[in-house]
């Protein structure tokens, strides 16, 4: 429920577009899950009910990907924001999805190391 949960039509419509030159395409609800087992039991539910998944990050992409062409359940990751490991040996950190590039280099700062634009992870 309310506040992980909304059907407003604001919100919607912020989360049907990123910043690419397609047209907005809303979903129909917004979730947002702050732990790994709510977004399991969220894409489960989908699943059972075939409903489109769009995740949702900070919504600067520019491929469209956040839009939501056949409607479907968007899960804000905003809220996962945790840092859950760093290792300064092997030059790895261990981050939830919602952890933002401006984040990471604040939890970095003063180790030597930063993460830069356009760094693909694995």
Do not use: Y
Request: net charge negative; with cysteine.
């Amino acid at each position: 429920g309310a506040p992980n949960v909304s059907t407003a039509p604001a919100v919607r419509e912020q989360h049907g577009h990123d910043e690419s030159m397609h047209p907005c395409a809303s979903p129909d609800i917004v979730v947002w899950p702050q732990a790994v087992g709510q977004v399991q039991e969220l894409a489960a539910l989908c699943h059972r009910c075939r409903l489109p998944m769009v995740p949702f990050g900070t919504g600067t992409g520019l491929e469209g990907g956040v839009n939501a062409v056949q409607g479907g359940v968007c899960f804000d990751l905003s809220r996962m924001d945790a840092i859950a490991e760093l290792s300064l040996e092997d030059f790895s950190v261990t981050v939830e999805p919602g952890v933002t590039r401006k984040a990471l280099n604040k939890h970095l700062r003063g180790t030597g190391l930063w993460f830069p634009v356009g760094t693909v992870g694995v």
